[in-house]
């Protein structure tokens, strides 16, 4: 590279211009469905793993036995837990249904020669869940 070469290059400054970027809200997803649908159902998994974890201290109380299993039924009376726990289950409901809408694009079914509609994967997977949640109700239920 030649004398007159380096003297084109321009010399770094501090003051570099900057680009010009639009602010964009904090909440930018609240404000389309489809964002709002998508966070709500990421966030869900938060709410899974919290009952996984309350399942998991069951079992440990369980295992440890009637005295550790009384405590674990009185932290489970704390109306804190109690609320937490309600919003869990609506997040898990939550979770579990979006996963059922995404399904017939993970699952394509033919029958005939033809797609099966997506309305009907999400119904069958829906049923499904009713059936085994009434079962599980009803062997719970029947032993109290």
């Known amino acids: 590279m030649n004398s007159k070469e380096m ?8 003051f570099h211009p900057r680009w010009y970027r639009k602010r964009v809200s904090t909440y930018w997803w609240l404000w389309k469905w489809s964002y709002l649908k998508f966070v709500l159902r990421e966030i869900s998994s938060v709410f899974v793993a919290w009952f996984v974890v309350v399942t998991l201290a069951l079992i440990a109380g369980l295992s440890r ?15 804190v837990v109690i609320a937490v726990n309600v ?3 609506f997040f ?4 579990a249904l979006t996963w059922f809408n ?3 694009r993970a699952i394509v079914m033919r029958v005939g020669g033809k797609r099966v509609p997506d309305a ?3 119904g069958a997977n ?6 085994a949640s009434a079962i599980l109700a009803w062997l719970v ?3 109290g």
């Open 102 to 104: 995404l399904a017939p």
């Open 65 to 79: 036995g009637p005295e550790a299993y009384a405590e674990w039924q009185a932290w489970m009376r704390l109306p």
């Open 141 to 143: 239920l029947r032993g």
């Open 92 to 95: 898990v409901l939550v979770h």
């Open 126 to 131: 829906c049923v499904a869940w009713a059936i």
């Open 87 to 89: 919003v869990s289950f």
């Open 7 to 14: 003297r084109e290059v321009p010399a770094y400054t501090e």
């Open 120 to 122: 009907a994967i999400v």
